[in-house]
């Protein structure tokens, strides 16, 4: 049975509730993820820059084995609401790139939960949960993000599926992703990511009843804005918008696609096999 959402108006109680966490950038995440991505081009020497969105590869969440849910996630609870709904997902977020992070850096991260709302969807209740983080190093505020936090309930059987949306064709530069299992595991090893819709395909398709592994949306993002610099590769980019769509999945290559625009931004956007947008993003690039 679906959850009904005028239950869940507790969780708005977690609302600016804080969290910092210090790192430091070291090289052979920096590596991992250049050869996970087939890139010999990126540099991990001390003080190289970290691409944008790298890093994802730092102030990674690592739970004990004894805290781990079924769906290989840690339980909810703690910083974010434990929102008591069994789908959840990267939605999307927005990024200020003031300077990139360099390997060597000690860095922290101030985060703040901005805002947990409360909606009813066709399949029961979603939350939207959005958390501002500011990452910093002996400079200042190095990366400015907003990150969307989406929770639904698993959809009624017979339900209708949510009607795809067509993706844009007229695309400058593109490329094509093939999805691979491995490719997928690395990922989710590299950002220590345990979810299983990511790597158990028996779990993905007879529990969550999706058709495949479902591709990170952080990967995509990732794969986006890497799309640019093989293009521009003299821009640097500054924000970056992003918005997952439509769930991805191994099962088929999807590309990769971007249009410069005449005032330095990059119109970016995903196609699936079917020709349908999964997500739609926008960086902003200065040379």
């Not at 052979?28 to 087939?38: E, F, S």
């Not at 992070?101 to 409360?118: F, H, Q």
Request: aromatic letters at 8%; a negative charge.
């Amino acid at each position: 049975m679906n959850a009904p959402a005028e239950g869940l108006e507790h969780l708005r109680d977690w609302i600016g509730r804080t969290e910092t966490r210090t790192d430091e950038v070291t090289p052979t995440p920096v590596a991992a993820l250049a050869a996970t991505l087939d890139l010999d081009d990126i540099e991990n020497g001390p003080g190289a820059a970290v691409p944008p969105l790298w890093h994802w590869l730092y102030f990674l969440l690592l739970a004990r084995q004894s805290e781990i849910g079924s769906d290989g996630h840690p339980r909810r609870g703690g910083f974010l609401p434990p929102v008591p709904l069994p789908r959840r997902m990267w939605a999307g977020g927005r990024l200020e790139f003031r300077r990139p992070l360099v390997v060597g850096a000690e860095i922290t991260r101030n985060s703040r939960i901005r805002d947990v709302s409360i909606k009813e969807g066709r399949s029961g209740a979603l939350v939207f949960v959005t958390v501002d983080h500011e990452i910093a190093d002996a400079n200042g505020v190095a990366i400015r993000e907003e990150h969307d936090i989406v929770y639904r309930d698993n959809p009624q059987p017979g339900a209708p599926a949510p009607k795809p949306q067509a993706a844009p064709t007229d695309e400058v530069f593109r490329r094509e992703i093939a999805p691979d299992p491995v490719l997928l595991f690395r990922y989710s090893a590299l950002t220590f990511n345990g979810h299983r819709i990511h790597y158990d395909r028996t779990y993905v398709t007879e529990v969550e009843g999706y058709p495949g592994l479902i591709v990170h949306g952080p990967l995509i993002a990732t794969l986006l804005i890497d799309l640019v610099r093989r293009h521009l590769p003299d821009a640097r980019v500054t924000r970056f918008d992003f918005r997952a769509v439509r769930p991805v999945f191994d099962i088929h290559r999807f590309t990769v696609c971007g249009k410069p625009g005449t005032d330095g931004t990059v119109a970016l956007w995903t196609r699936d096999h079917e020709g349908m947008l999964t997500m739609e993003a926008t960086a902003r690039a200065e040379s």
